[in-house]
């Protein structure tokens, strides 16, 4: 082992588990965007190296050179102060936990809730003058004592390592701010005159000379703990699980196979699988992997992958898709690609690429302190240093300096984007839109570009019986119950829609003799003595009636079947995915917005035009496959255009994922639910543009509860470094600026 590691320096993190030039590292220790900002610029200083640090989904996607090790990079992430590794490959028995279960969110929660119930008597007692009673200062002590240092400790811990590495965030600040009211507050408590019995604590809105060693300001810090801890609790639970979008799109696959051995079946996981192995698919099973029909005939539902509202026949000699459901008879397919080579991998790759590759949008809060901690910092010591020179009181100077880190602890800009996001994210929840985390909301307002997916999204999705031609004398009652009786015996969509049709026009449906599923042509039987077929027949053996009726739906994009009876054509009927009710309205709403819709689809042309021109789309882009769609987000995107997508499949989530705002639909595949920024609960189109509305509107107040929290500071700060602010003043301030924080997020209730 020694010796193999002499000769070979490439350590377990650095196998050659990642493509020779490119890798993915797992960040951890960040707690804003400014730290995911130090990360890549310490990463992109290396030669050669290209990173991109998402502080959303903590992972770093790091482009290095032939004589850089992935150790290297670890080693430069450590040294910045955070943890780097590469991701491990998810357990077997994953499930999506919620996001209760999650450790980390678990125990901000129980500092939270701990710190929360010390603070509150402490800001009780300090703030009104009549529960003071004896020795009160000393309960106050005993119950701030644990809330200050163990429910902050994430932020000492945080502004710790940040100092060794010559840095400073919000976390400095918050840190500095409560430890040093905290320290001072001790200072008097057991050398000053704060201590004594019968000590009452009073407001003096300025600071005066030599009243400092009878001031505490405990309350100030258990209640900056406790409020930081609130908006950093509220951030975490709405942040986006990063590999929720792959799980699902994995989790789409077959578990396991029947694999042919010797003349028999046997029952494998699909890990166990490989290039040419011969497995079987029954009807309603889904097909394990990439391949080749070698033996039966069927018709395949692709549409989760393909977008194609019609299920695809196959037969032998045919090539089918992993994931895909087998919706009629029995198959045997010969595997073509396995494991990472297939379909479905390959779009869980596409996904993660542009999850990992979507530009971060940095949020207000941390790029203002970026600037506003070390400027907050050096005021603080400049206010000592002059409190000091120009009066000689030490006690002044002090008092003024934590005036100045206390006026300036940024606790209403730590609240105002997750308090605004959870009044919002409830409103939508009511309303059946789910915004997924702050991010987001920055698009919003900038889309002007809206595509569309056709199947699931405009349509429903179902296929359904439109239009009956009956033949001249023959009834169209008579037509239904002929051909709804037979197709009311077969499995495949089509005939399912047929029979639905019929039973629902013409009444109860005879049952059907002598069933037959004809490959290539449909299927036939005898229904009331006569023998009937419903399926195709070669073009130039209709009446023209008929001929003319099935040429007018394929060019609608409407799929035509025709019913014989005893060897004579008697009638044409056509079957389509239906326009939703509500889609022509919702085109108008989003017209309305100022987006320009764009029908985006995998389906045929003549499908997708005649779907666009019922709900007033002028644009169509069609026939294209998951990889074409994000292409042509792609493509809009290179002409300037801010482009949001909605969509319900999985042939949508990488899409979703591209695009500058993502919104799926909430009845689709839970790939693309996970990939979207928003989620259409109610699967209506119309609430795309409400879900567009209510993020704007919540962007606003978030920007107005930023500016609120930093205007704040910026006009308290030369009032607490003039000496003008009394620190238990400052705290009471900075207590009233996350209360208006909290106050101005609820008028997102009234949203409507």
């Known amino acids: 082992m020694t010796t193999a590691a002499a000769r070979t320096p490439v350590t377990e993190t650095s196998a050659p588990s990642v493509p020779a030039s490119e890798v993915e590292l797992v960040i951890g220790g960040m707690t804003c965007a400014s730290c995911a900002a130090r990360v890549e610029k310490k990463l992109n200083r290396m030669d050669g190296v290209t990173a991109t640090v998402n502080y959303a989904t903590e992972k770093a996607k790091v482009t290095y050179p032939a004589g850089t090790q992935v150790a290297d990079l670890i080693a430069t992430v450590v040294k910045t102060g955070y943890t780097a590794e590469e991701p491990a490959p998810p357990p077997a028995e994953d499930t999506e936990a919620p996001a209760a279960d999650d450790p980390e969110l678990a125990s901000l929660r129980q500092r939270l809730t701990v710190s929360a119930a010390l603070a509150l008597p402490v800001v009780l007692m300090s703030m009104i003058p009549a529960l003071q009673f004896d020795n009160w200062q000393w309960l106050a002590l005993t119950l701030a004592a644990p809330a200050v240092v163990w429910g902050g400790l994430p932020f000492h811990r945080a502004a710790l390592t940040n100092a060794r590495h010559g840095a400073a965030t919000m976390d400095t600040l918050v840190s500095v701010g409560t430890l040093a009211a905290f320290g001072w507050s001790l200072w008097a408590l057991f050398f000053g005159d704060a201590g004594m019995t019968g000590m009452r604590d009073g407001f003096t809105f300025t600071v005066s000379r030599h009243d400092g060693a009878s001031t505490i300001y405990l309350e100030v810090a258990a209640g900056v703990v406790a409020f930081i801890l609130l908006g950093r609790y509220l951030e975490a639970r709405s942040k986006r699980r990063a590999g929720a979008a792959l799980r699902a799109l994995m989790e789409l696959g077959a578990k396991d196979v029947r694999v042919l051995r010797d003349g028999r079946e046997v029952r494998v996981p699909v890990d166990g699988l490989a290039v040419g192995d011969r497995f079987v698919v029954r009807p309603g099973e889904k097909i394990a992997t990439d391949g080749t029909v070698v033996e039966g005939t069927s018709a395949v539902d692709a549409s989760m992958l393909t977008g194609e509202s019609v299920p695809v026949d196959v ?3 045919d090539g089918v898709t992993g994931a895909t459901v087998n919706v009629a008879g ?3 397919v010969e595997a073509r690609r396995v494991g990472a080579d297939t379909q479905l991998a390959r779009m869980a790759r596409l996904v993660e690429d542009a999850q990992n590759g979507k530009a971060e949008v940095q949020r207000l809060a941390d790029r203002i302190s970026a600037v506003f901690v070390p400027v907050v910092l050096l005021i603080a010591v400049g206010t000592f240093g002059f409190w000091l020179g120009l009066t000689g009181d030490t006690v002044a100077a002090f008092t003024a300096a934590v005036a100045v880190l206390i006026i300036a602890c940024p606790c209403a800009l730590g609240l105002a984007t997750p308090t605004a996001l959870m009044v919002g994210t409830g409103r939508g929840a009511q309303l059946g839109i789910l915004i997924e985390g702050p991010e987001v909301l920055e698009s919003t307002r900038r889309v002007d570009t809206v595509v569309l997916d056709k199947t699931g999204t405009v349509t429903t999705g179902r296929m359904t019986l439109h239009e009956v031609y009956a033949a001249e004398g023959i009834g169209e009652s008579e037509l239904l119950r002929a051909a709804g009786a037979l197709e009311h015996a077969s499995e495949h969509p089509i005939a399912r829609a047929v029979a639905a049709g019929a039973e629902e026009r013409a009444g109860a449906l005879p049952a059907p003799e002598h069933f037959e599923n ?34 007018e739906a394929e060019a609608g994009g409407r799929t035509a079947v025709v019913v014989t009876r005893d060897g004579t054509a008697i009638g044409v009927l056509t079957v389509a995915d239906t326009v939703k009710e509500t889609s022509a309205e919702a085109v108008r709403a989003l017209r309305a917005l100022g987006l320009t819709p764009v029908l985006l689809t995998g389906d045929n042309r003549a499908v997708a035009e005649s779907v666009a021109r019922a709900v007033g789309i002028d644009q169509v882009v069609a026939e294209v496959l998951p990889e074409g769609k994000v292409e042509v987000i792609e493509r809009l995107r290179g002409e300037g255009r801010t482009v949001a997508m909605v969509g319900d499949g999985v042939n949508d989530a990488a899409a979703l994922a591209t695009a500058d705002l993502g919104l799926a639909m909430g009845t689709g595949t839970d790939a693309a639910i996970e990939a979207g920024d928003l989620t259409l609960v109610r699967g209506d189109l119309r609430v795309a543009a409400d879900a567009i509305r209510l993020s704007r509107r919540t962007l606003a107040v978030i920007k107005g509860n930023l500016l609120w929290a930093f205007g704040y500071n910026v006009a308290a700060l030369p009032l607490a470094a003039a000496g003008l602010l009394n620190p238990m003043i400052a705290g009471a301030a900075m207590a009233f600026s996350s209360v208006f924080v909290v106050t101005n997020s609820l008028r997102l209730r009234a949203f409507s």
Do not use: Q
């Open 518 to 551: 004809v490959p290539g042509l449909g299927v036939r039987g005898r229904v009331e003595g006569r023998e009937i077929t419903v399926g195709r027949l070669p073009h130039g053996t209709l009446p023209p009636e008929l001929a003319r009726a099935r040429a």
């Open 330 to 332: 029995r198959l045997v």
């Open 315 to 317: 037969s032998v000699g």
